[in-house]
Each structure stands twice: as structure tokens, then as C-alpha cells.
């Protein structure tokens, strides 16, 4: 609050754009946050102006990507309109606020603000790749005026109709600021008795202090500090009835909003809860909360969470040896960007089924991905030139998140593939079915051998399954990790190990059988679909209420998979689904 609402906050007229908000208009997934220096590359940001004058442009912005030197370098360019303001060559620079600025006249309307990327030379074997994290541009002005406004942040939290004029306006703002805020932040409307204690606190702080921003602050603090902020208090609908009644229209927005956008219900929302609308227009509203940009935060989060595809760019891997090429070799082959094309080849899949419609099923027996040049000749996948992530058509041994780089590096050990963790994640994660705890004091795979002799994965866990304490497990896992046993631990392909032939058949418990990846991908998308939809809805609803699944949801759950199966299986009418069963709607007593 003290950073939001500073004493004397007005100065020149400003607009900020934030990194989000630049977007390349031919990929909204391209913004601000992240620019490559290795493509040329353009994004922009429109922005309205009121007044005409001459205006100072201020763009504060980051090099990152590398923590080594590198030889990556580039030329950023700022424009308005097409017409270039500056340009700045760039390299590895590791300095925090780094800023371009020029002034420039501009007319009263709307202008297009524009950053553009220049490839220089290229980094050499070894080295990182860089890019541009711009921060944020202010457009200040005009300049020379006497008209002054106040900060973005000031006026999201006091807005122009409740800046006071004078002192004797202070109680009366101070209650609408504090209202507005309080029930924004509680996300319900403040009781009057706590907004008359909100606005005696901050009357009180104004008068010690000599300014209105300072009670502001005061009992903004309070109100950010307080467990209906920090904690999402659900109530019961007032005319509820029943054991397990109704949460109110209140408690629903946040539900909502919490579970496809992660972040608090925006002013439709509350208005519908205000009216006591929303659950009678609840399908319309969940389509348009799908269709607006800030959904992209439940695909990156649930994807992330369900699929652990946010951990491909952590994980600790060793590329050299698993690639078995020099260490410079092996960490340009599998640097930071290629991580990042990977998670975002996963959550383009997951978009592309739920946004289109798509049977669920899709995302294993898919016959496409998302590809760009980069991921693509990783894969050995040839004829994809773009540098962005487009849709293509693969071979069957590549289709669907099982194939794809985030499952096959998270799924793996650092050194080498793991057909256990791999199996493991297949039965957890896609069939919902996974094996009892190791026991203790298990031997590690590396340590099971045959007189010496260099074994391949599969007669390795032929060793390490003789020991009883193991079999029963291992019987259910190893087929299904075995299957992907062509793929290396970082998500290239190969045919041999140990110069021997990767055998990849198997046979689960149940008894199907397959020769491959590609027959175990159809195995699952079809003779387990309803094991695989089953799973889906748990873990839907898991990120849905923010709670594991317990033996009493399990009709809630029958009715989610019920209600996909009658809908093609689609992804979206899952999501619909989850939001309209008794776990979501309702609470206990």
C-alpha cells in the first residue's frame, strides 16, 4: 500500500504498458515478457492519447537468458506508429533497470507503440541465448503542462471521483475508497459496521500524519492483512436449505475466477453476484472467462500441476552424457529456450483440445503437436521452418503429451530414462490407478547386473524385478515405461542402446497387449478411455476446490464423466462439468 498510495502522488500525465500488454499481432502467445534476440521479431501495444503535445517515451527493460557471457547480441528498436523513436544495440548485460527513451510529438488519438528485435551474431558453441524482458513503457506528457494526474496504481486504488477537493471531503471519500477496496479484496460487500471501523481507523491515521493517503494506506493495510483477504471464506446461499447447502453467488465468483483465471472475480462477475445472476447465467459466463486471454493462467497452472510440465525447465538433467557428446555440445543442444518450447508444445496442445472442442482423448492419441524449427529439429521432425509453435502433423511415435519433450524429461533421471517413473506417471496421472509405495531398502536399479555383462533397460528390470518385494509393482509399471524406452531421457529418438535393440512390447495387467508406443497410446485413448476420463475429473476437481478427492465425491465424479461421455468426451464439457457438480456448488454444513 505505501509503494500504491504515496502522499502527493500527482505529477504529469502518464500511461504505463506493462510487459503483457506489448503482443505480437501475429502470435498473442509472443509479448513483452520475453523477446528472443535469436528471431526477428515485433510487438506492440496501443495505447490512447487525450491531449496533443510532445511526449516522453521511457521503456525500462532487462537482458537475461544467460548467467555466462556470451557472444548473443542484437538491436532493439522503439517506434511509434511505424516511425522509429531509438534503437539500442544489446548484449550480455547484466544490469537491472537498463531504459531507452526519446520525446516525440504525437496528435490526440490512438497510437500504436511498438518494440522490435534485429538478430545480431549469433552465440557461439556453448554459449547461452539471450532476449528482452521489457518491464514496462511510460508514455509521459504532454509536456509542458500544467495538467497533472496521478499513478496507475493511485487511481486503482483512489479513482478520480473520490479524490477529495479539500479536508472536509476526507470522511466521506475515505468510506467510498474503502468500500470499493474492502469488497474488491473480500470479494463480497463490506458489512457497514466493519466499513465504519475501516473508515475511523483511516480518519484517524489522515489526521496524525496531515494527509488523506495516508489513512488510505492505513486501512489498506488492514484490509490486505485481514483473513478474508488472505483466506477464501465461502458462505452458504441465505436461502439455502439442506444439509449441504448452496454457497452463495459470492463464493461462486470467486470459484470461478479462482479456478480459470487464478485471480480475483472481475467486474462482471461481481456484478452478476451482486444481481444473484450468476448461477442462472453460469454457462454464459464460464465461456466468456474461457475466451478471455487471462484463462491461458489455468492452462499454464493445471497443465503445470497435472502434467508436471512446469518442471521441465527446472529439473537438473545432464544432456552431455545422456546425448553422450561434449558438455558445451550437449548444454546448446538442450539450453533454456528448448526447455521453454517444450512446457509451451504441451499447454498449445491443451489449449488447442479445450479451445476447439476436442475429445479429451485427444491429448494421448493425438496425431499432431505444437512444433517450432527449434523443437522440431531437436525431435528430428523435418520440414517445420516457422519459429513460432504451429500446429503439425507427426509420425504416430510423436503425437500427444506421451511423446512429448515435458513427459519424457520429467519422467526421467538425470543421467538416464526410467521406466519405473515413466510407467508411474502413465498409471498416476492418465489411468488414476497408481501402485502402493516402494518398500524399504530396495536397490537401486544401478546396482542390479548380470556378471558383468552391459544389459539393456528392459533385461535390467528383468534383474531388478526378481527381487519379490519388488514384482508385484513392477508387473503394472514396467510394460508401460518400457514402451517409451526409444525415447532418451531428454526426448530424442533412438533404435539401439548399448549398440542392442530397444524392445518396447508389452502387455499390461489387464492383458492388452501392444508392440509400441504407438499401439500403448491407442490402448490407452481407447480401451482405458473411461479410466482415463474418470482420472481427467479428479484431477479437474483436485484444482478445482483446491482439495484432494475423498471417497464422497465419487458420485460427483460419476456425473462429471457421465456428462463428458454424452458430450463426445470433450475437454471443455469437462471443465463445464466440474463446475457444475454438488463439490463445486455446494458446501458442508
Known sequence: MA??????????????????????PSNKEDTGRFIEFARPQTVAAKRWLADEGEYEVILSYKVEGSAAATDHSATLVMAV????????????????????????????????FSLQILAGQAPKPGQGELGVAVQNMRIVGPLGTTKLSFPESYRKVISEENQPTNRSEWPAKTKAVLRDLASKAWRRPVPDHTLDRLTEIALEAAEINGTFEAGIRQSGTAILASP??????????????????????????????YFLWSSLPDDELREQARAGTLRANLEQQVERMLEDPKSNRFITNFVGQWLQARDV???????EVILRVRFNEGQRMFNNNLRRDMREETESLFRHILREERPATELISAD???????????????GVESEKLEKVKVPGNR????????????????????????????????????????PPNVPELEESSHGGKKLTMKERMVEHRKNPDCRSCHQRMDPIGLAFEKFTAVGTFREKENNLPIETAGELVTGEEFQGVE????VLAIDKKDDFHRCLAEKLLTYALGRGVEYYDAPAIDEIVARMEQKNGTLHEAILAVIDSVPFQKRRP
Do not use: C
Request: glycine letters at 8%; charged letters at 25%; proline letters at 7%.
Open 3 to 24: 509503494r500504491a498510495v504515496q502522499d502527493h502522488a500527482a505529477k504529469m500525465p502518464e500511461t504505463t504498458i506493462y510487459a503483457p500488454g506489448f503482443v505480437d
Open 399 to 438: 503425437g500427444g503429451i506421451l511423446t512429448q519433450g515435458t513427459f519424457l524429461v520429467v519422467t526421467s533421471n538425470p543421467t538416464r530414462t526410467s521406466p519405473v517413473k515413466r510407467g508411474l506417471f502413465v498409471l498416476d496421472n492418465l489411468l488414476g490407478t497408481p501402485p502402493p509405495p516402494a
Open 228 to 257: 478474508r483477504f488472505l483466506l477464501r471464506t465461502e458462505m452458504a446461499a441465505t436461502d439455502a436449505t439442506g444439509d449441504y447447502p448452496l454457497i452463495d453467488e459470492w463464493s461462486l465468483a470467486s470459484r470461478l475466477s
Open 81 to 112: 506508429d511505424g516511425k522509429e523513436l531509438a534503437r539500442k544495440e544489446l548484449g550480455w548485460d547484466f544490469q537491472d533497470g537498463l531504459v531507452l527513451r526519446a520525446k516525440v510529438p504525437l496528435e490526440a488519438k490512438e497510437h500504436q
Open 519 to 522: 499401439e500403448l497410446k491407442q
Open 368 to 382: 499432431y503437436t505444437f512444433l517450432n524449427k527449434r523443437l522440431a529439429d531437436f525431435y528430428g521432425i523435418e
Open 313 to 319: 525447465e527446472e529439473l537438473g538433467m545432464r544432456p
